[in-house]
């Protein structure tokens, strides 16, 4: 098995991101957050009635704010997880395949 073919199984089940990838994700987070933050501001100023006005801060409305970003962020995390595990699993067949055929 080659080097490159080693790199692609480097990060087993539950692997943790390296260093440069972690500290990276960690840098979009706060982006992230006053983009959704934009977002909602946006939303209610345009689409909520009375359209074009700001509606006055209610605790009910920042507690389902912040369970939304919570479970887009967990959602999000799933999603990427799933996707990755996907794609290992398909190395592995054509691996297993490239293999087996000789």
Same mark, same amino acid.
């Given at each position: 098995?080659?080097?490159?073919?080693?790199?692609?199984?480097?990060?087993?089940?539950?692997?943790?991101?390296?260093?440069?990838?972690?500290?990276?994700?960690?840098?979009? =987070?706060? #982006?992230?957050?006053?983009? @959704?933050?934009?977002? $909602?501001?946006?939303?209610?100023?345009?689409?909520?009635?009375? %359209?074009?006005?700001?509606?006055?801060?209610?605790?009910?409305?920042?507690?389902?704010?912040?369970?939304?970003?919570?479970?887009?962020? =967990?959602? #999000?995390?799933?999603?990427? @997880?799933?996707?990755? $595990?996907?794609?290992?699993?398909?190395?592995?067949?054509?691996? %297993?395949?490239?293999?087996?055929?000789?």
């Amino acid at each position: 098995m080659g080097a490159a073919a080693c790199e692609s199984y480097d990060h087993g089940i539950g692997a943790r991101p390296s260093g440069n990838r972690l500290r990276h994700r960690l840098g979009q =987070r706060p #982006r992230r957050l006053i983009t @959704a933050l934009l977002q $909602r501001v946006c939303f209610n100023y345009f689409f909520i009635p009375p %359209i074009h006005t700001l509606p006055s801060p209610s605790h009910r409305n920042w507690i389902a704010f912040v369970v939304f970003v919570a479970t887009a962020s =967990r959602g #999000r995390t799933a999603f990427f @997880a799933g996707a990755h $595990r996907a794609e290992e699993a398909e190395a592995r067949r054509i691996e %297993i395949e490239r293999l087996y055929r000789h």
